[in-house]
């Protein structure tokens, strides 16, 4: 099982992304899917997280700014990044709770995309 994280780069305060993630391999199912950053020197840390059934949490700090989104038949979520600040910057990593075939559940991480926000 991979996680594949995509759509990083640099953009100006202001500014949009939008970051893809998606599950390959072969498994059984998917539960939790979310996005965490980690920006220099800090503690890696949620940004916002889709659970099955359509519930989202989003932080604080990027609520109003931020959306997750998923497409279940592509086993993938989405983060739409609006209004970026310089405080965004940061490595985004994608995880995703995923059972084997055999049930057992298991977290998995992405290789993390690189966000540079300028001011």
């Known amino acids: 099982v991979q996680l594949q994280a995509s759509g990083g780069g640099s953009v100006q305060a202001g500014g949009s992304l939008r970051l893809s993630c998606a599950a390959s391999g072969i498994f059984f199912g998917i539960n939790a899917m979310g996005w965490y950053r980690q920006a220099p020197g800090e503690q890696r840390e949620l940004v916002a997280v889709?659970?099955?059934?359509?519930?989202?949490n989003v932080a604080d700090s990027v609520k109003g700014r931020f959306t997750i989104s998923r497409d279940n038949a592509k086993n993938t979520i989405y983060l739409q990044m609006n209004s970026l600040k310089p405080e965004d910057t940061a490595v985004y990593y994608c995880n995703a709770d995923i059972a084997s075939r055999s049930g057992l559940w298991r977290t998995y991480w992405g290789q993390g995309t690189l966000v540079t926000v300028s001011s």
């Open positions: 889709s659970r099955n059934g359509g519930r989202t």
